[in-house]
């Protein structure tokens, strides 16, 4: 493909700044305050709650996928008579 020279010089430029984005020093991460790692801590387990209650709901719902989606999604038949 043929590129105009502004194309070009723009490409050129924004490989630069990338290659200066990635060898730039990386600013080390004093240590955290206790405040923050209970915060931590309690994102994790309600993630961790959240899941074990849906995965324990599952399994006593017994929730069939196929099955439950044609019910849905079926027309009701009823009897005429």
């Known amino acids: 493909m043929l590129y105009g020279p502004r194309i070009f010089l723009a490409r050129q430029r924004a490989g630069q700044e990338m ?3 990635i060898s730039a020093p990386i600013a080390l991460v004093g240590p955290r ?5 209970i915060s931590q801590v309690l994102k994790t387990a309600m993630a961790v709650a959240l899941l074990g209650g849906g995965w324990l709901a599952f399994h006593v719902v017994q929730f069939h996928v196929p099955t439950s989606l044609l019910e849905a999604l079926m027309p009701r038949l009823e009897a005429k008579g």
């Open 19 to 21: 290659l200066a984005r």
């Open 33 to 37: 305050s206790p405040r923050c790692r």
